[in-house]
Each structure stands twice: as structure tokens, then as C-alpha cells.
């Protein structure tokens, strides 16, 4: 049996879909399972114990016939399609795909999430009520040891700082130099602040490392493999809603993690070991509010 798994991102969202992955291995074993992802996700897909076969989807425009032409020919022959980004543009693959047995939302999908209240469910609750839908029933948690052992070793005990944001969402952000007053704290406490995240958020550790010297910034030097073991290490995370902070969480590390008004923790927040504090405006997140909320360090 040829399967394909369609999950395109953004990281927290692929972050979070490790727990259909795993159950559709369990309900299919000796199937042959593709995934079909997007480019900044295809290593992380191709060492993951629950597929066979990456393909990238460079999302080509629709008039792109020779993009769509390729594409096509990468979405036909599967005996049957688990679409988890169901989106508007991951449902147009069902008939690209010549219209196979399918989980989704996608118009004639054979196997229909059709929960009216699909949009107001958190996004683990709604990928599991989706695959209960398609005739999963066993959900195991993930094993995560074939990823943490990775990464920058760095002396512990140390603190995870996660800065950033997605670069068009820059209302997800509490100030670099409130993370530098945190960072001062947390050094404080005998915890070495390392902040992490893509090449663009650079600016943002020199901020925090000019209010406390002994940060240690990896910002642009890890790969996604790599936030998994510096996660898994970590004594504590504070971050923003954004992806690391996801990875933080699945493998176990106590976060703490920062909402605005601009998203809703009740569908997005990261789950495990979490904390959540929201202020409609970040800018009025007070340093003493965000130590106060501290969770307790591995």
C-alpha cells in the first residue's frame, strides 16, 4: 500500500503533527509512507522514523503548467492521501491527484473532516479528530530519541531564549532588550542564557547579549535536528509563539512562552511542559511578570 502524508508547515505546525505521523505509521506498518513537505522541512522529514519517501513541494503558481505538470505526476499513485495542512491549496491537490481515498477537507474527500467546530479546536485535537474520522484509533506519544541527541554542545545548566518571530509578524515580539533584562536574571540564577533562531534574528541576540555579555548566540549556526537535542538539554525555554518554542516543548524542556493578541493560545499553544502568558500588546509585558512566571528548570 502506497501512502501519502501531506504536511507542508510552518514549523510549529509540523512540530506538532509528529503525533499523526507516528499513528499513521502504527496504523499502516508495512505500508510504503510518503510525505510531501515543503523545502525547510525536508530533512527534518527524512530522519524521522515514520516515513519512506520525502518529496518537496515547491508550491508552484497555478499557471505554472510545467510546476503543476510535475507536481501532479508526484501526487498520483497513492492508494491514499492524509492531508494535515488542509488548506485551500492542499485541498486542490486532491483532484491533481486523481482524486484518491482521502483525509481532509477537500471537496469529495472520502473520508471528510466534517467537525463543524473543526476551526475552533486546537490544532492536535483537530488533526486526531480528523484521523479518528479516516479509521485511526491508536495514537502513541511520539518517540523523540532519534532526534535529541543532536546539536552545539554548550555547558550546562542553560537557559533557551527565543527572540524572533515569523519576519511579517513582528507584533508576536516582546523587546530584545527585555530578553537582555531576562537574560541578566536568568545568569543570575546560574543559568547561561543561549539564544536561538534563523540568520535575521541576529540583531535581536546582539541586543540581549549587549545587556548580558555571557549569552551565547547561535542565531543562523543550528539546523531544526539541532533546536531538538539543545531543547531536550535545556534547564528552562522562554520564547515567543513561534516555532523553537514548539520544538522546546515536544521534547520535554519547561517553557515559558509569550503571547500578544495577534494569535490564540487556545489553538496554537505549544503543549507539555508550558506555560502561557498573554498581553494583547507585548510592549506592556513586564520583566518582573515574565520572572514571576518562570516555570521550574529540568
Known amino acids: 500500500m502506497r501512502i501519502l502524508v501531506i504536511k507542508l508547515g510552518a ?51 497555478w499557471w505554472d503548467l510545467k510546476g503543476i505538470i510535475a507536481l501532479r505526476r508526484d501526487l498520483r499513485g497513492f492508494d491514499f492521501v492524509y492531508d494535515l495542512q488542509t488548506s485551500g491549496r492542499s485541498s486542490r491537490y486532491h483532484r491533481l ?32 479528530d480528523q484521523l479518528e474520522m479516516a479509521g485511526i484509533r491508536h495514537f502513541p506519544a511520539p518517540d523523540l530519541t532519534w532526534i535529541t541527541a543532536g546539536g ?10 527565543v527572540p524572533g518571530s515569523a519576519p511579517h509578524r513582528p507584533e508576536k515580539r516582546w523587546a ?4 537582555g533584562e531576562l537574560a541578566t536574571l536568568l545568569a543570575g540564577r546560574g543559568l547561561a542564557p543561549v539564544v536561538v533562531g534563523a540568520p535575521a534574528d541576529a ?8 545587556a548580558c555579555p555571557t549569552t551565547t548566540d547561535l542565531t543562523g549556526k543550528t539546523t531544526l535536528l539541532d533546536l531538538f537535542g539543545l531543547g531536550a538539554r535545556a534547564a528552562l525555554a522562554v520564547g515567543n509563539d513561534t516555532g523553537p518554542m514548539h520544538i522546546a516543548a515536544a521534547v520535554g524542556c519547561p517553557c515559558l512562552v509569550l503571547f ?4 490564540d493560545p487556545v489553538l496554537t499553544r505549544p503543549r507539555g511542559r508550558v506555560t502561557v502568558l498573554r498581553e494583547p500588546d507585548l510592549a506592556d509585558l513586564a520583566v518582573a511578570r515574565v520572572a514571576a512566571a518562570l516555570p521550574d528548570r529540568h
Do not use: C
Not at 530584545?176 to 530578553?179: I, L, S, T, Y
Open 260 to 263: 500578544s493578541g495577534a494569535s
Open 203 to 210: 540583531p535581536l541576540a546582539a541586543a540581549i547579549a549587549a
Open 97 to 128: 491527484a486523481g482524486s484518491p481515498p482521502w483525509s481532509g477537507i477537500a471537496a469529495g474527500a472520502s473520508h471528510k473532516h466534517a467537525n463543524p467546530e473543526r476551526n475552533r479546536m486546537h490544532t492536535l485535537e483537530r488533526q486526531r
Open 176 to 179: 530584545a532588550e527585555r530578553f
Open 11 to 61: 514549523l510549529g505546525d509540523f512540530v506538532m503533527a509528529f503525533g499523526p505521523f507516528a499513528a499513521i505509521r502504527v496504523q499502516h506498518p508495512e505500508a510504503e509512507i510518503t510525505l510531501l513537505t515543503t523545502a525547510p522541512f525536508a530533512a527534518l522529514g527524512r530522519a524521522a522514523p515514520w516515513f519512506d519517501r520525502v518529496l518537496i513541494d515547491r508550491r508552484p503558481a
Open 152 to 161: 552545539t554542545p554548550i555547558p550546562e545548566p542553560y537557559a533557551l531564549l
